[in-house]
């Protein structure tokens, strides 16, 4: 069976920095697509960053610009850089792989809060 280690939430202050990392227990070269995701209390998970096999970014406007999704095949590691963090960006953050032997596979979830 195939998990996901998230790590790198915490609370940090309006406009601070905050890196999340996702290694999953087997190789990212098997994927065929990753994303990060959101959940605020009382919302819908929410994607907020995409990143395809072939490079292709998306992000949703509210991020855009802010938040950097990248990976590392030598780390064999997903990353969320976030940027100029808001309160509205407070929420659990999921990593998602989509593998081709196995399907979607989610992390456990992060939580970010940021608060002054």
């Known amino acids: 069976q195939v998990h996901i280690v998230e790590s790198g939430g915490g609370l940090v202050q309006p406009g601070g920095s905050l890196r999340l990392s996702c290694t999953p227990s087997i190789s990212i070269g098997s994927s065929l697509a990753m994303g990060w995701y959101r959940q605020a209390p009382g919302t819908q998970r929410e994607l907020v960053a995409g990143?395809?096999?072939?490079?292709?970014?998306t992000y949703p406007s509210a991020v855009k610009g802010r938040f950097t999704i990248s990976r590392d095949a030598a780390k064999n590691t997903v990353y969320l850089q976030m940027n100029s963090l808001k309160p509205e960006d407070t929420a659990v953050y999921y990593c998602?792989?989509?593998?081709?032997?196995?399907?979607?596979?989610w992390g456990q979830g992060t939580q970010v809060t940021v608060s002054s």
């Open positions: 998602n792989i989509n593998f081709q032997n196995w399907g979607d596979v």
């Open positions: 990143l395809t096999r072939d490079g292709d970014t």
